[in-house]
């Protein structure tokens, strides 16, 4: 039994139908005026009672657990179960004691759930979403299903000791929930230097391990760091050959500086006992660092995965950007980006200058004037402006021909101790301007959760891409 008031739990998932609302004025129809009378909690409290005490008990359920002597025993009511589940309905049929078999975590927690199909409240903390989902789902409990994913949603960049978010994704595999995966994939796929470096890398599945290497909006601080990663999980978990030779195909290798591909090659155990099926890979790196761009399109696709740069967060592929006080006024910086992936521009940088404003209007927005008598006729304030990030070269575009650039914006948030990031923006390639950009962001909030004690962490990210060769028929 959970006392009736507990400590502030880390959140809370009500039922739609049974939480209390405040009183209400009732409309007013001619002289006559109503009030609604709200004493929903006190019901609440009474049938927390009535599980308590068990009184006026029509139904007992068993709750045993493979492998363990403890039982744990629940005087309920048929009705009130009925009510929330059609599981208990058809389960409870002309019986007063039923045994379940549950697992020990789903055990550890069935009191819990069944408080929470009295009352319509429930508190819930991160280790605690799996085993409560599966209840929720096995006794149809939609409600609570759905409270459930919305909170692991909510949830992905919380702080805990063991990390959870991986463990998650697989469970969202196996009920088959995609958009819970999806979330999961997209905040892994944001913060990979965090998760590479937890407890919960070596949870990541040989599957889960292959998604993420096949995208190219993974963040981390380069592709150096994530051949280390992929090499720690290969010597950890030991996997079967083909599994492994797939991750390690994955790595694009062309990202990492020829220097340190020598260093590779004689000093990574893994490496050299699945040099084989790496030679290829390692080979076209080598030709892409040493030849001229415009000489290796003539025999590669230089638009293919393996020459595509992902979102690094080392120097030569960006910069941070501290905008403090970030509602006040416009800001400007710059900064430089190589101009090219391969070694052949390694030398050849790109200067860009970038312009934030927080509330900038739109020309059609913008105040209208007349000349007549009233003056000005404002058709919205300058407050209602949005903010507005522009990313331009400081170059002509005749200095980098041939190269096209991908721009994305990072913005960090606190989560506890740690400093993730939560919203990734990306340019067209043809474009300036973001579109778009923190448009849902309240930047005079100091406690706006894109702010970290009152200023914006971005990160600018440029990755350069090469352009194909166009033939032409003769």
């Known amino acids: 039994w959970l006392p009736l008031a507990p400590c502030r739990p880390r959140a809370w998932i009500p039922s739609a139908c049974?939480?209390?609302?405040?009183?209400?004025?009732?409309?007013?129809?001619?002289?006559?005026?109503?009030?609604t009378i709200n004493h929903s909690l006190a019901l609440i409290h009474r049938l927390q009672e009535l599980l308590h005490n068990g009184n006026a008990s029509d139904v007992t359920l068993q709750v045993r657990t493979a492998g363990s002597d403890e039982v744990k025993v629940f005087h309920t009511h048929?009705?009130?179960?009925?009510?929330?589940?059609?599981?208990?309905?058809?389960?409870?049929?002309?019986?007063?004691?039923?045994?379940?078999?549950?697992?020990?975590?789903?055990?550890?927690?069935?009191?819990?759930?069944?408080?929470?199909?009295?009352?319509?409240?429930?508190?819930?903390?991160?280790?605690?979403?799996?085993?409560?989902?599966?209840?929720?789902?096995?006794?149809?409990?939609?409600?609570?299903?759905?409270?459930?994913?919305?909170?692991?949603?909510?949830?992905?960049?919380?702080?805990?000791?063991?990390?959870?978010?991986?463990?998650?994704?697989?469970?969202?595999?196996?009920?088959?929930?995609?958009?819970?995966?999806?979330?999961?994939?997209?905040?892994?796929?944001?913060?990979?230097?965090?998760?590479?470096?937890?407890?919960?890398?070596?949870?990541?599945s040989g599957e889960l391990l292959a998604l993420l290497l096949a995208r190219s909006d993974l963040v981390l601080q380069s592709e150096l760091e994530l051949f280390s990663a992929v090499e720690e999980w290969v010597g950890r978990r030991q996997p079967e050959a083909p599994v492994a030779v797939k991750v390690l195909r994955a790595v694009r290798y062309a990202m990492i500086p020829p220097s340190r591909l020598f260093q590779l090659q004689t000093q990574s155990a893994v490496m050299a006992r699945h040099y084989g099926a790496l030679q290829d890979l390692l080979f076209q790196a080598f030709q892409f660092h040493s030849a001229s761009p415009v000489h290796l399109a003539k025999y590669f696709d230089v638009n293919c995965s393996m020459f595509l740069p992902r979102n690094y967060l080392s120097g030569p592929w960006g910069s941070p950007w501290l905008i403090?006080?970030?509602?006040?006024?416009?800001?400007?910086?710059?900064?430089?980006?190589?101009?090219?992936?391969?070694?052949?521009?390694?030398?050849?940088?790109?200067?860009?200058?970038?312009?934030?404003?927080?509330?900038?209007?739109?020309?059609?927005?913008?105040?209208?004037?007349?000349?007549?008598?009233?003056g000005a006729l404002p058709s919205v304030r300058l407050e209602d402006g949005r903010p507005r990030l522009v990313i331009t070269p400081a170059m002509s575009s005749s200095d980098f021909a041939g190269v096209s650039f991908q721009k994305t914006v990072l913005v960090g948030v606190r989560q506890q101790a740690r400093i993730l990031v939560k919203h990734a923006y990306s340019f067209h390639q043809s474009t300036d301007e973001l579109p778009d950009f923190l448009a849902q962001a309240d930047l005079q909030r100091r406690n706006s959760e894109y702010l970290i004690d009152g200023s914006l962490h971005l990160h600018l990210i440029v990755k350069p891409v090469y352009h194909s060769l166009i033939k032409v028929r003769k």
């Open 18 to 35: 049974l939480s209390p609302r405040p009183a209400q004025k009732a409309e007013l129809s001619g002289e006559a005026a109503g009030a």
């Open 324 to 374: 403090t006080n970030p509602a006040r006024d416009d800001r400007s910086t710059s900064f430089q980006t190589q101009l090219g992936p391969s070694s052949h521009d390694a030398g050849k940088r790109v200067t860009w200058n970038v312009l934030f404003s927080p509330r900038w209007l739109p020309v059609s927005l913008r105040p209208v004037y007349s000349d007549s008598a009233s």
């Open 78 to 204: 048929q009705l009130l179960l009925a009510l929330q589940s059609e599981a208990f309905e058809r389960l409870l049929q002309n019986q007063s004691v039923v045994t379940l078999q549950e697992p020990a975590d789903s055990a550890a927690l069935f009191e819990k759930f069944i408080r929470y199909l009295y009352c319509g409240e429930i508190s819930i903390l991160l280790h605690q979403a799996i085993p409560l989902h599966r209840l929720a789902s096995k006794y149809g409990v939609s409600t609570l299903q759905r409270g459930v994913a919305e909170y692991m949603k909510s949830h992905l960049a919380s702080e805990s000791s063991q990390g959870h978010v991986v463990g998650w994704y697989h469970y969202a595999v196996t009920i088959g929930d995609a958009g819970l995966q999806e979330r999961c994939l997209q905040f892994l796929a944001w913060n990979l230097s965090a998760v590479m470096g937890g407890a919960e890398w070596g949870a990541v």
